[in-house]
């Protein structure tokens, strides 16, 4: 009588644990994938030559060019339509640079920049672009620059 009983309910225990396996992987499934939908897009932040963003300047229309030196270095020279935002100012400036476009960092010779990046990243800027050798390369490849 027991044998008998244990061969009537062992196919139902099975047939149970298999549709509940079916039925979690199915919430798993639809858990990740909810996942996807909500994730923001990874920041971009690229090392680019002076070449490369001259080139993206003048391509783009969506382009933000930051000069994170000091004010006295901005009014020796500087790249047309730069916007000074000297790097120890920065956190405190966020909200003067827009969100919706490509940032193109800039500094004397790519040293602030790069750590300007970094801050730009962990502040949620998306397209950013640090240019290695700063304005001192740009001038080497002959690029116009503004002296006041």
């Given amino acids: 009588m027991k044998r008998r009983l244990l061969y ?5 225990f099975i047939c149970m644990v298999l549709i509940l396996n079916v039925i979690m992987g199915i919430f798993v499934i639809k858990k990740l994938h909810s996942n996807e939908k909500n994730m923001e897009p990874q920041t971009q932040m690229k090392n680019i030559s002076a070449k490369e963003a001259k080139e993206l300047i003048e391509k783009e229309n969506d382009v ?3 000069d994170v030196r000091t004010k006295d270095e901005y ?6 339509d730069a916007n000074l935002i000297p790097i120890q100012e ?5 909200d003067k640079i827009p969100k919706d476009k490509k940032i ?3 500094c ?3 040293k602030r920049s790069a750590k300007a990046c970094e801050i730009l990243k962990d502040k949620g800027l998306k397209e ?5 050798g700063g304005i001192k390369k740009w001038q080497g490849e002959g690029y116009p620059v503004i002296k006041p």
Wanted: charged share 15%.
């Fill in 108 to 110: 004397a010779s790519g």
């Fill in 75 to 80: 009014n020796e020279v500087h790249i047309k």
């Fill in 64 to 66: 933000f060019i930051l």
């Fill in 8 to 12: 009537n309910t062992a196919p139902s």
């Fill in 90 to 94: 920065l956190e405190q400036n966020i």
């Fill in 104 to 106: 193109v960092v800039h």
């Fill in 128 to 132: 950013l672009y640090n240019m290695e």
